[in-house]
């Protein structure tokens, strides 16, 4: 009599499985209606049998979660109704529950053991029972619209706070960018004032250096004047040492680590080549190696290898820098850049892993991959280039901190 479900999911959206306040309200008024009708009903001592299965009908409906479970509590609460006149009379309370199934057929179910119980009921009874389920079904549907539109609501609830987050994070990336140009900029018009005081203040003290010395050699037989000369000459060395040091000063401020590798991985060509960065106030000398580090291992794959993609990352580590350039190249390109070196092969043998460590060297005979190790071994560092199977080439290089080095 019922069509079954396909599965739970068949109930309608926002359905929970649980009776809600305002159904518990519907059926309790609608059970107090029917018991109200009993007076009307022929006198039978299955009328608290009758009732008790039809909540219990109405629970499995309302609870069950498996669509067989709900089948059969209403197919047999149907089927009693259908040859038991008593259980006909608690019929709105099942009509109720059957007004949440999906299925059209479902919530119709309730009108065959109606028509077979009419009989039985008498005409007026029959008449206020079917009143009785048709306004079941509408005060379920009532409840399922109201349900729907809670679902509605917390569907549109969870996608404007996806939205708020969504601005939020965009916001902060905004944020952080805003800043970022700021400090470009900064930098930048600290190198510009740099640029200025070496181009003109710097050369003009160089000049009146050079004129106090020539007038001391043109008054070299006036002690005097020779000794005024003299302090003079000191005062503007000391004004071109102060000079020259806030020069350093700017432009060491002016170098900002992560701008440079942009513009090394970009002038690299490589269309797979991109940068990961992760590091906050680099050292500026850490900051030189890693740029002379990235631009000698980018122009080494260029020249030398077959790779189609290089990631260089630089991260901070509590107790490190790191910098990273790993490309896909084949262990024969990195093999053949070797001998385009000095003539032979430099590597570490297999490692444990299974991996075959060898350095590319550039055509002058792998001076290039020394100077690597000197810039690296200058700042307490260690650096390692080799070519792992299946994985492509790396060039692998960790800076100490200053804390960490003075230990």
Same mark, same amino acid.
């Not at 007004?99 to 309730?110: D, I, K, T």
């Not at 500026?284 to 580090?293: H, T």
């Not at 790993?326 to 385009?340: E, F, H, L, M, R």
């Given at each position: 009599?019922?069509?079954?479900?396909? =599965?739970?999911?068949?109930?309608?959206?926002?359905? &929970?499985?649980? $009776?809600?306040?305002?159904?518990? +309200?519907?059926?309790?008024?609608?059970?107090? #209606?029917?018991?109200?009708?009993?007076?009307?009903?022929?006198?039978? /001592?299955?009328?608290? *049998?009758?009732?008790?299965?039809?909540?219990?009908?109405?629970?499995?409906?309302?609870?069950?979660?498996?669509?067989?479970?709900?089948?059969?509590? =209403?197919?047999?609460?149907?089927?009693?109704?259908?040859?038991?006149?008593?259980?006909?009379?608690?019929?709105?309370?099942?009509?109720?529950?059957?007004?949440?199934?999906?299925?059209?057929?479902?919530?119709?179910? !309730?009108? *065959?053991?109606?028509? =077979?119980?009419?009989?039985?009921?008498?005409?007026?009874?029959?008449?206020?029972?079917?009143?009785?389920?048709?306004?079941?079904?509408? $005060?379920? !549907?009532?409840?399922?619209?109201?349900?729907?539109?809670?679902?509605?609501?917390?569907?549109?609830?969870?996608?404007?706070?996806?939205?708020?987050?969504? #601005?939020?994070?965009?916001?902060?990336?905004? $944020?952080?960018?805003?800043?970022?140009?700021?400090?470009?900029?900064?930098?930048?018009?600290?190198?510009?004032?740099?640029?200025? +005081?070496?181009?003109?203040?710097?050369?003009?003290? &160089?000049?009146?250096?050079?004129?106090?010395?020539a007038l001391q050699v043109v008054h070299a037989e006036d002690e005097r004047a020779r000794a005024d000369l003299a302090q003079v000459g000191a005062t503007l060395h000391e004004a071109m040492d102060t000079v020259r040091?806030?020069?350093?000063?700017?432009?060491?401020?002016?170098? /900002?680590?992560?701008?440079?590798?942009?513009?090394?991985?970009?002038?690299?060509?490589?269309?797979?080549?991109?940068?990961?960065?992760?590091?906050? /106030?680099?050292?500026?000398?850490?900051?030189?190696?890693?740029?002379?580090?990235?631009?000698?291992?980018?122009?080494?794959?260029?020249?030398?290898?077959?790779? &189609?993609?290089?990631?260089?990352? *630089?991260?901070?580590?509590?107790?490190?820098?790191?910098?990273?350039?790993?490309?896909?190249?084949?262990?024969?390109?990195?093999?053949?850049?070797?001998?385009?070196?000095? @003539?032979?092969?430099?590597? &570490?043998?297999?490692?444990?892993?299974?991996?075959?460590?060898?350095?590319?060297?550039?055509?002058?005979?792998?001076?290039?991959?020394?100077? $690597?190790?000197?810039?690296?071994?200058? #700042?307490?560092?260690?650096?390692?280039?080799?070519?792992?199977?299946?994985? @492509?080439?790396?060039?692998?290089?960790?800076?100490?901190?200053?804390?960490?080095?003075? /230990?």
């Open positions: 009599m019922i069509a079954p479900h396909a =599965a739970p999911s068949a109930r309608p959206e926002g359905y &929970t499985g649980i $009776m809600n306040r305002e159904r518990a +309200i519907d059926q309790i008024v609608l059970a107090a #209606l029917c018991l109200a009708s009993l007076p009307f009903a022929p006198p039978s /001592d299955a009328h608290v *049998v009758a009732f008790l299965a039809a909540v219990a009908a109405t629970c499995c409906l309302d609870v069950a979660s498996s669509a067989s479970v709900r089948i059969a509590a =209403a197919g047999a609460y149907l089927a009693a109704a259908c040859a038991l006149f008593s259980f006909a009379s608690f019929l709105p309370l099942v009509a109720y529950a059957l007004g949440f199934e999906r299925s059209r057929l479902a919530r119709s179910a !309730w009108i *065959v053991p109606l028509a =077979a119980s009419a009989r039985s009921l008498g005409m007026p009874l029959a008449a206020l029972l079917l009143a009785l389920c048709v306004a079941a079904c509408l $005060m379920a !549907w009532r409840e399922r619209r109201a349900e729907g539109e809670r679902a509605r609501s917390r569907a549109l609830r969870d996608s404007l706070q996806e939205r708020s987050l969504s #601005l939020a994070r965009k916001n902060r990336d905004l $944020m952080a960018s805003h800043d970022y140009e700021v400090r470009l900029a900064t930098l930048a018009e600290r190198a510009r004032i740099a640029r200025e +005081i070496h181009d003109n203040v710097g050369h003009l003290l &160089t000049r009146s250096v050079l004129q106090v010395e040091k806030s020069v350093h000063d700017l432009h060491d401020d002016a170098f /900002d680590l992560r701008s440079r590798l942009e513009s090394v991985v970009e002038a690299c060509g490589l269309p797979g080549a991109r940068l990961s960065f992760d590091a906050r /106030d680099v050292p500026v000398p850490v900051a030189y190696c890693f740029v002379a580090l990235a631009r000698e291992a980018l122009s080494n794959v260029v020249r030398h290898s077959d790779a &189609t993609r290089v990631d260089v990352s *630089v991260i901070e580590y509590p107790a490190f820098y790191q910098l990273v350039v790993q490309d896909n190249g084949s262990a024969g390109a990195a093999s053949a850049a070797v001998g385009k070196g000095s @003539g032979e092969e430099r590597s &570490t043998g297999p490692s444990s892993t299974g991996t075959t460590a060898a350095a590319p060297l550039t055509g002058e005979g792998g001076l290039g991959l020394k100077s $690597m190790e000197e810039r690296v071994a200058a #700042l307490g560092g260690r650096l390692r280039a080799e070519h792992r199977a299946g994985k @492509g080439f790396r060039v692998f290089a960790i800076v100490p901190k200053e804390e960490k080095r003075n /230990d």
